[in-house]
């Protein structure tokens, strides 16, 4: 089923929605998009788009009187949507029940948003800060942003935290580093192989990335910087980068379908700092 340009849609069931997400994305081979619960026939009363489907979120949705949601990773704690291991555990239980017991479809959207030109959480995160027009190159794993007059590390930290609403962010380097070129890689895109040959071959300053193993790419910057050379890391935690992507694809929702209600619904950060 291909949308035209209507303005309204009714009785849209929930292979209404993938089918429109769907279109035009070529998947990989085993993509972990799939519809994780309830049916593809439900007729769709409302969507919530999240970007983790926590037990907050599904009481949100039932709150409003949403039965599909659309959310960037697993509920179930594990990125192939594994419950066998989880059976007999009080915690996948209780939500389970919860979300059967409502009619809660839920589908992951990981691969797809990925997909899109540009890739659809990266480019969320960079509208997010303002820096549309400093992207001076994108590859599949990260976009780079030039500031030709430079940027320190210190005022980028406080940009971030402000136009994310974060309390914190972890960084590695000299705060008063002066950046002009900076590379952002979202989710879990933070370790070496990604980050070091952008520090090597695009001459990057700063590295700002969700999350990545802590002895890999921190490591490396440690020792750059002990060696003189200005570099330095960023990491803002792997919902906070890519929060904003599922938040920008609810817009696109939205203003398609704009006789279904389409809300996200933003969950607290998992970890405080005490």
Same mark, same amino acid.
């Given at each position: 089923?291909?949308?035209?340009?209507?303005?309204?849609?009714?009785?849209?069931?929930?292979?209404?929605?993938?089918?429109?997400? !769907? +279109?035009?994305?070529?998947? #990989?081979?085993?993509?972990?998009?799939?519809?994780?619960t309830?049916?593809?026939?439900?007729?769709?009363?409302?969507?919530?788009?999240?970007?983790? #489907?926590?037990?907050?979120?599904?009481?949100?949705?039932?709150?409003?009187?949403?039965?599909?949601?659309?959310?960037?990773?697993?509920?179930?704690?594990? +990125?192939?949507?594994?419950?066998?291991?989880?059976?007999?555990?009080?915690?996948?239980?209780?939500?389970?029940?919860?979300?059967?017991?409502?009619?809660?479809?839920?589908?992951?959207c +990981?691969?797809?948003? &990925? !997909?899109?030109?540009?890739?659809?959480?990266?480019?969320?995160?960079?509208?997010?800060?303002?820096?549309?027009?400093?992207?001076?190159?994108r590859?599949?794993?990260?976009? @780079?942003?030039?500031?030709?007059?430079?940027?320190?590390? !210190?005022?980028?930290?406080?940009?971030?935290?402000?136009?994310?609403?974060?309390?914190y @962010?972890?960084f590695?380097?000299?705060?008063?580093? @002066?950046?002009? =070129?900076?590379?952002?890689?979202?989710?879990?895109?933070?370790?070496?192989?990604?980050?070091?040959?952008? @520090?090597?071959?695009?001459?990057?300053?700063?590295?700002?990335?969700?999350?990545?193993?802590?002895?890999?790419? #921190?490591?490396?910057? =440690?020792?750059?910087?002990?060696?003189?050379?200005?570099?330095?890391?960023?990491?803002?935690? &792997?919902?906070?980068?890519?929060? /904003?992507?599922?938040?920008?694809?609810?817009? !696109?929702?939205?203003e398609?379908f704009?006789?279904? /209600?389409?809300?996200?619904?933003?969950?607290? /950060?998992?970890?405080?700092?005490?």
């Amino acid at each position: 089923m291909k949308f035209k340009d209507l303005t309204e849609f009714k009785n849209l069931k929930v292979q209404d929605i993938i089918h429109h997400l !769907r +279109h035009g994305v070529t998947l #990989p081979e085993h993509t972990v998009d799939q519809l994780i619960t309830g049916s593809m026939d439900q007729v769709v009363t409302g969507i919530v788009i999240a970007f983790m #489907p926590t037990q907050y979120v599904i009481e949100q949705a039932v709150q409003l009187g949403a039965n599909l949601i659309i959310a960037h990773e697993s509920p179930f704690y594990n +990125h192939h949507s594994a419950t066998d291991w989880l059976e007999n555990d009080p915690i996948y239980t209780y939500k389970r029940n919860l979300i059967d017991r409502k009619g809660i479809a839920i589908f992951r959207c +990981h691969d797809i948003i &990925h !997909r899109f030109e540009p890739d659809g959480i990266t480019d969320g995160l960079i509208q997010s800060l303002g820096w549309n027009t400093y992207v001076s190159q994108r590859t599949a794993e990260a976009d @780079v942003i030039t500031f030709a007059e430079g940027v320190s590390v !210190r005022s980028i930290t406080e940009k971030l935290k402000e136009q994310l609403g974060l309390e914190y @962010v972890r960084f590695a380097g000299d705060m008063e580093t @002066v950046c002009r =070129r900076v590379a952002v890689l979202v989710g879990f895109r933070g370790n070496g192989n990604n980050t070091i040959p952008l @520090v090597q071959n695009e001459q990057v300053d700063l590295i700002i990335a969700g999350e990545g193993f802590e002895w890999e790419t #921190p490591e490396y910057i =440690r020792d750059a910087v002990q060696q003189g050379h200005s570099k330095a890391l960023i990491m803002i935690g &792997h919902a906070e980068s890519e929060s /904003p992507g599922m938040e920008f694809l609810t817009h !696109r929702l939205a203003e398609f379908f704009r006789g279904i /209600p389409v809300r996200y619904v933003k969950e607290q /950060p998992v970890f405080r700092v005490l």
